[in-house]
């Protein structure tokens, strides 16, 4: 079973477009297990206090972990981008839309799901 752990970027990317999780589906032909990290949670919460739009799509994605009981996998690393790439391996899928992440993630031979065109998700 594969692991997709999902980025603050894309969680957030997932609300503001109205994509749901059942598009993994579309994408996936095997089964798996949707995950975050606590180093997710943290941004997510850091970014709850602020002002703005990100601020209220932070805060629903906060109340989508619970809701949809996304497991959170503990981390040491407090930056999410330093965990992801500590614990990817074959057996996980990274969703994320930061370029920079995908590239270091492609080198290391893992998989990434992306949203393309805001709309849909690719995996790569």
Known sequence: MKKILLDTNF????LRFRIG???FLR??????AI???????DE???MAKMRGSASNFAKIALEMIKSEKI???????????KAFLNIANKNTIIAT?????RKKLKSLGVKTIYLRARKHLEIG
């Open 97 to 101: 839309n930061d370029m920079g992440l």
């Open 27 to 32: 994408i996936l032909q095997e089964p798996y």
């Open 11 to 14: 969680l957030i990317d997932l």
């Open 44 to 46: 997510l919460k850091k």
């Open 71 to 81: 497991k959170t996998i503990k981390v040491r690393e407090r930056g999410a981008d």
């Open 21 to 23: 999780t059942d598009e």
């Open 35 to 41: 995950f975050t990290l606590s180093a997710t949670a």
